[in-house]
């Protein structure tokens, strides 16, 4: 069992960069791949990055190739997200999620056993 607390949220102007944390605690940390998902109104929860146990194999949506970076710290049990050059349709809930089975590239919700309480992401035009 692990427990996932996200933090980092908040609103920004479009252009902008937020850094997302998500803190875990319990099970050993790097016995996880790590995801990011989110989730705006009235539209279902999508996979928007993922990270191997050791860091070196992470995978993208397309929508933020380019602009949103994924990272762990093992030692501090801790997975980031970094979100530049954000829009507005960036704008969603995000979740951080551990797949104790998989290595980064599950995009599917049902794969990750394990989820967080999420952070709001608001990016104003």
């Known amino acids: 069992q692990v427990h996932l607390a996200e933090s980092g949220g908040g609103l920004v102007q479009a252009g902008g960069s937020l850094r997302l944390s998500c803190a875990a605690s319990?099970?050993?940390?790097?016995?996880?791949?790590m995801g990011w998902f989110r989730q705006a109104p009235g539209k279902e929860r999508e996979f928007v990055t993922g990270i191997g146990q050791n860091g070196f194999f992470t995978s993208y949506a397309d929508s933020v190739k380019g602009r949103f970076s994924i990272s762990r710290d093992n030692a501090k049990n801790t997975v980031y997200l970094q979100m530049n050059n954000l829009k507005p349709e960036d704008s969603a809930v995000y979740y951080c999620?551990?797949?104790?089975?998989?290595?980064?590239?599950?995009?599917?919700?049902?794969?990750?056993?394990?989820w967080g309480q999420g952070t709001q992401v608001t990016v104003s035009s």
């Open positions: 999620a551990a797949d104790l089975y998989g290595g980064g590239s599950n995009r599917q919700n049902r794969a990750y056993e394990h």
């Open positions: 319990g099970r050993t940390f790097s016995d996880y791949a």
